[in-house]
């Protein structure tokens, strides 16, 4: 969780800072933008770049759930297995009692 955390953190901070910065800016561009025109489109690409980040994020996470439930699945798999061979040998012994 920690990791997603910095990665939001890395993805938002830079979002506020580029919005700040471009919202004290009191000249017009040469593409004829005024500032707050200027401040929405940094933040659509920061806006863009933090969605692509939390993609990538997800998708990890969706990795890691993955390799997890299958290492469970094994972990179960291995257990029942115990437990079939455990009924086997008390079986085993149960019959050669009644011998």
Avoid: W, Y
Avoid at 48 to 72: F, P
Wanted: aromatic fraction near 2%; include cysteine.
């Amino acid at each position: 969780m920690a990791t997603i955390q910095n990665k939001l953190a890395a993805v938002v901070l830079p979002l506020f800072l580029a919005a700040g910065l471009t919202a004290c800016q009191k000249q017009e561009s040469a593409t004829g933008q005024g500032p707050a025109e200027q401040a929405g489109k940094t933040i659509d690409s920061a806006a863009s770049k933090a969605g692509t980040e939390l993609s990538k994020a997800g998708e990890a996470i969706g990795q890691t759930m993955e390799k997890a439930a299958e290492k469970g699945g094994q972990a179960m798999e291995k257990a029942g297995e115990k437990v079939q061979s455990a009924a086997q040998e008390s079986k085993s012994e149960a019959e050669q009692k009644k011998e």
